[in-house]
């Protein structure tokens, strides 16, 4: 379990220190130890392709009214999307419908081409939380979801620790839940995943080689609701730990 | 195929995110016919519609490009692609150029498909489906809003445009562009491939020639 963050004018790689009650410190690589709120949080993984699913949880479908799909949905964001933990997002005034999407986020550890789904898991360097922010008032029926729902700046935040695929013993019984403002708004579990790790990644491979670095999201959950400035967002996986993410006015952004 | 591939040439590394433009040539949104205005579209796009081309599909010029085993034929969109200079954030169309390091010829290779509503990513995505031509520097295109795009196939002319056909600008689209994304310098936004684009088969060569930059030559070879 690491991050990357930025400290007192250089960037380290970052391991939890030990498990107290309240806030996290982190032991930097040179032995410092500084507080969770002391630190710049940078995407744990600098990120290659960054592979999205939609509505891959039965619940999620049925929320947005989505019937059955042959093959999975899948597209394709930007790496200026990336926002590490403790980041603020923007949420453009006006707009009605901006939500969170807690998912799973699948990192690729070795370069593979038509990779059977038995050896899919040769292939996962580690996992870590994402939340996949959207904004449902600028989708447009041409290439769904368009990359001003799907690829905003600050819209898809990592972290905060990249966890090794050792340390996660099954990652197909997964606990995801989102809390906004302290409140829980979105559960789920990822064993019930319309297309699960090893699919995703024999079917992704079929067509596109997947190189170290590459990210997998593997879609969220229902429960999703509208955020708006000011909003804590939380997002939660087993054994991955706790991202926080808090929504900004256009003001913030001098807009 | 090379995966991560960087094209680390002047004036910018182009390791950033290779974006295309979706219809944003009157001739395509033309090709559509009445079915722009029908379900499941029910209009024409009103922001720019983007789709990432990934690492995967990146292959420079005189790379041989596998033909997938379960397509007759390729469409190879040929395109002029705006190499972005700097960080570029709510850029006005005046000063885009600002932002720009430069142009590239680049081909937007996909699996034939009519429906845009929301197409597989196999169809754009697989390894090679990108090839990117050499960098021309901004200076060296003074006008990138009314350049000729020529694409050969088999040393034969196949389709012509002219980038003047685009509904957005090179400077407007990156205006509305980057309203809701920031490009990072080696980002490249590719302006809109006109329609029809030709199609090919296995075996075939492509060139891509456009006013002022250098050419872009592939050719279609055996998936291994």
Not at chain 1, 166 to 184: C, S, W
Request: proline residues 6%.
């Amino acid at each position: 379990m690491h991050a990357r963050v930025a400290y007192a004018g250089a960037m380290h790689t970052a391991t939890p220190a030990g498990r107290g009650e309240g806030e996290v410190s982190l032991v930097l690589a040179d032995g410092r130890v500084v507080g969770e709120s002391d630190v710049v949080w940078l995407p744990p993984v600098e990120c290659g392709t960054i592979i999205a699913l939609g509505l891959n949880y039965a619940d999620h479908a049925k929320e947005l009214k989505f019937d059955s799909q042959a093959e999975p949905l899948v597209f394709l964001k930007g790496r200026g999307s990336l926002l590490g933990h403790l980041g603020v997002t923007r949420r453009p005034t006006n707009v009605r419908f901006m939500h969170y999407e807690c998912e799973l986020a699948v990192i690729i550890g070795r370069q593979g081409k038509c990779i059977n789904a038995k050896n899919a898991f040769d292939h996962v360097a580690g996992y870590c939380i994402a939340n996949d922010y959207a904004i449902r008032d600028y989708l447009e029926n041409w290439y769904r979801p368009n990359l001003r729902v799907k690829n905003r700046d600050g819209g898809t935040v990592l972290g905060p620790w990249f966890v090794e695929a050792e340390d996660i013993t099954d990652p197909a019984n997964l606990n995801l839940r989102t809390l906004v403002n302290g409140e829980v708004m979105q559960q789920g579990n990822t064993r019930d995943l319309i297309f699960d790790i090893p699919t995703l990644i024999e079917y992704l491979s079929s067509f596109m080689t997947l190189s170290p670095g590459d990210v997998i999201l593997t879609g969220t959950p229902e429960g999703v609701v509208n955020v708006d400035a000011g909003d804590e967002v939380v997002c939660e996986i087993d054994g991955l730990g706790r991202q926080v993410n808090t929504i900004a006015s256009d003001d913030v952004f001098g807009r | 195929m090379t995966p991560g591939f960087v094209m680390d040439c002047a004036p910018h590394r182009l390791s950033g995110t290779v974006y295309g433009t979706l219809l944003n040539q009157r001739s395509a949104v033309d090709a559509l016919g009445p079915s722009v205005a029908e379900p499941p579209y029910n209009g024409a796009p009103k922001a720019p519609v983007l789709y990432v081309k990934p690492r995967n599909t990146l292959v420079p010029s005189n790379s041989v490009v596998a033909f997938p085993h379960d397509a007759d034929e390729l469409e190879v969109g040929a395109c002029l692609g705006i190499v972005i200079g700097r960080t570029a954030c709510r850029v006005v169309e005046t000063r885009a150029f600002d932002y720009v390091a430069g142009y590239l010829a680049m081909i937007d290779i996909s699996v034939p498909h009519s429906n845009y509503y929301r197409p597989s990513i196999r169809y754009k995505a697989r390894d090679g489906f990108c090839p990117l031509g050499p960098v021309t520097g901004r200076a060296d295109v003074p006008n990138p809003n009314s350049v000729t795009v020529r694409t050969y196939v088999d040393d034969i002319l196949a389709a012509q445009t002219n980038t003047a056909e685009s509904l957005r600008s090179v400077g407007l689209l990156l205006e509305d562009v980057t309203e809701f994304m920031t490009l990072a310098a080696g980002d490249i936004l590719g302006l809109g491939v006109a329609a029809p684009a030709p199609r090919v088969r296995r075996g075939q060569s492509v060139r891509v020639e456009i006013e002022g930059l250098d050419a872009l030559t592939i050719r279609f070879g055996e998936a291994p």
